[in-house]
């Protein structure tokens, strides 16, 4: 056994501490349950020290044990790639464990839920240090085991059932892909180290089908289209902070994957044609997942929807990287790198934040159904503010920090005129501008999310009768809000510390001019081009806003008045003359919904005089799930069916059957031979 550095050590230590709170839990229950959180705290700050000792030290820590493949063993290793994605996986944990702090004992904490969030905790941190084929799949798969049982948590309902089993043929099929791909990496020599596989040289038509399974293997993981049916029904069927888990980590592990078989065992190999792949899947899935956001009536659905989106984003900056990179573009390719890896790590953060926003909202209503909101901002303040800088962070408003990534983003698509091969050079803005259409959706579906939850008048009694929050929630979300600010306003020091995560995929960096206007200032190529000065927006932001507050009231409206809401002349006290989420959704839907998904309306209005309700029925047609899981299922279905005849044959037909297969074979290998 041959062991390796101090943050390896320190990183297997975190694990132990996690494997002890975990086994605990599942053994003895009770009072045990409750250590999962307090001592998940610990052992992930350990593992974020480790990571983070990794990411600005530079160190890179070794380690083999005698298990696993023979004459491989079980080898790990942190570098700079695994350490940032620790940083991100550890960070989304911590606050996990501090919402997990405040969860009710007597319906939110049972022991179908600690034990296999530890577990689920420590596979993603050893898919990261994985350094051979072997180890890398076995917790990969230990960490779609643990989702899963997290995912069937409330087996009781139907619906979580459901998503169970989809999510569980969804991940053997992924890691069917991946096992595939690093067989086909290995070759005949069979080397499962990933050392080996680096010095492989593979045929290019290998190389491309390696490609093709790793995209399905870790895009099934991660939610890119058509791989992402089992994400809308998973994440609301998790308890909240596992689904800000799922959603905001988990499938970063799977962009983690992506990242390593792509850049770096097989970053020799690489062909400009392998970013087409990447930039058409990522910039339809950014679009499909939008789309389906904000005609959704649920909210903790509206924000998986959100998560394929934002997937679809990462997978754009990752193919513009390969594209620059291969082009022989070092300085486009770090800024659309640069841009991925910092999409992923901020969409960790806001998204884990609008997920416990949801999960405070379901815990004091009891409902994810917009329709049943409404006037939370009154009963809810501290979650409503902390929720509303999650919203504009996602719909990339500066000086947040989603605003970063995306402007880095397209500052990489506007270089795409630089491109030798002519359909980069046309494909370059047509994709900037389904990301600017997926941009402009995003923050029409946050302002419907935002809107129908938590302004207006309260739509049923639940939301009447809310109350805030738990103090750990509100510390957990209160935490990731002030990550969301200071990563808008320091986004130049966060490119700065992911240099050397550039240098390893990319090898360049973003340039640092002398003459930028401040220390903190984004300059992807120079300070003619353009420049993102986010403390001097924020500063602006800031100082704007309070003017308004202060000289709006002071010399227009000295007083103020409390009168009912506006009503067009007409009194009527209901809350249903309000705007609802169907009736905000409307125009998008009548516009996109009708192409994308069938969208339908049926309208039964009554005849002058008749006092009878109209009614709205409004259908939509999933045509992803029709084509690529409805109608391939029935098929298998109705093959089946046919061949359960083959189960009441008689004795003697077996026996001719059994005796035709050997004829067959016999003839099959003597030509062969």
Request: charged share 10%.
């Amino acid at each position: 056994m041959r062991l390796g550095g101090d943050s390896l050590s320190l990183l297997a230590a975190a694990g132990a501490l996690m494997a002890v709170a975990g086994f605990l839990a599942a053994v003895f229950r009770g009072a045990a349950l409750q250590l999962v959180y307090p001592l998940g705290i610990v052992a992930a700050a350990c593992a974020l020290t480790a990571h983070a000792a990794v990411l600005f030290g530079l160190e890179v820590s070794t380690a083999r044990l005698p298990l696993g493949v023979s004459g491989t063993g079980l080898c790990f290793r942190l570098d700079v790639l695994s350490a940032f994605f620790g940083v991100i996986i550890n960070i989304g944990v911590i606050a996990a464990c501090i919402y997990g702090l405040g969860l009710d004992r007597r319906s939110e904490l049972t022991g179908r839920v600690e034990p296999f969030f530890a577990a689920f905790v420590i596979a993603m941190n050893a898919v990261l240090v994985a350094d051979d084929a072997f180890a890398f799949l076995f917790s990969w798969e230990l960490m779609s085991l643990a989702s899963w049982a997290l995912v069937v948590s409330r087996h009781e309902d139907p619906l979580s059932r459901q998503a169970g089993h989809l999510y569980l043929v969804m991940a053997a099929f992924g890691t069917a892909a991946l096992l595939f791909a690093f067989g086909a990496m290995a070759g005949a020599a069979g080397g499962m180290a990933f050392d080996d596989i680096r010095g492989a040289k593979l045929t290019a038509a290998t190389a491309g089908i390696v490609l093709g399974t790793a995209l399905i293997g870790a895009g099934s993981k991660a939610g890119v289209m058509p791989l992402h049916a089992w994400l809308p029904l998973a994440h609301p069927a998790a308890p909240s902070h596992v689904s800000a888990l799922m959603s905001g980590v988990m499938t970063k592990v799977a962009i983690y994957g992506l990242i390593r078989i792509v850049f770096d065992l097989l970053g020799a190999q690489q062909q400009w044609w392998w970013a087409l792949p990447f930039i058409l899947l990522g910039a339809l899935t950014a679009v499909h997942g939008l789309l389906q956001a904000v005609l959704d009536q649920d909210l903790k659905r509206v924000l998986a929807y959100s998560t394929i989106e934002n997937i679809g984003v990462i997978l754009v900056g990752l193919g513009f990287a390969i594209a620059f990179k291969t082009s022989g573009i070092p300085g486009a390719a770090a800024i659309a790198m640069a841009a991925a890896l910092l999409h992923a790590l901020n969409h960790s953060w806001f998204k884990s934040l609008l997920f416990f926003g949801a999960g405070a909202v379901l815990h004091s209503t009891g409902s994810r159904d917009f329709e049943r909101f409404g006037g939370l901002i009154h009963r809810m303040p501290q979650t409503a503010v902390f929720f509303l800088i999650g919203a504009f962070a996602i719909s990339a408003m500066p000086p947040l920090n989603g605003f970063v990534s995306e402007w880095l983003l397209f500052q990489a698509v506007l270089a795409g005129p630089a491109f030798p091969e002519p359909i980069l050079r046309f494909l370059a803005p047509a994709i900037g501008a389904m990301l600017a259409f997926s941009a402009a959706l995003a923050a029409a579906c946050f302002v419907r999310a935002f809107g129908m939850t938590f302004l207006g008048r309260a739509r049923s009694n639940e939301a009447a009768e809310a109350h805030e929050a738990p103090l750990a929630a509100r510390i957990a979300m209160g935490l990731l809000a002030a990550l969301c600010v200071a990563g808008g306003v320091l986004g130049g020091v966060l490119v700065s510390v992911i240099a050397p995560v550039l240098d390893m995929t990319v090898g360049a960096r973003l340039p640092v001019p002398a003459n930028a206007p401040t220390p903190w200032a984004l300059v992807p190529f120079d300070v003619a081009r353009s420049v993102y000065d986010a403390p001097i927006i924020a500063l602006f932001v800031v100082a704007s806003s309070a003017m308004t507050m202060v000289i709006v009231p002071w010399f227009f409206e000295r007083r103020t008045r409390r009168s009912a809401a506006w009503d067009c002349g007409y009194p009527e006290p209901s809350v249903l003359t309000q705007y609802s989420a169907s009736s905000f959704a409307q125009p998008l839907r009548r516009m996109f919904g009708s192409v994308a998904m069938g969208a339908t309306e049926k309208i039964d209005m009554p005849a002058p005089g008749d006092m009878r309700a109209a009614r709205l029925e409004v259908t939509m047609t999933d045509y992803l799930w029709r084509w690529f899981y409805e109608t391939p299922a029935a098929f298998v279905l109705a093959i089946s069916e046919r061949l359960n005849i083959v189960q009441f044959l008689s004795i003697r037909l077996y026996l001719v059957a059994m005796f035709a297969t050997l004829v067959i074979l016999l003839v099959v290998t003597a030509g062969v031979m």
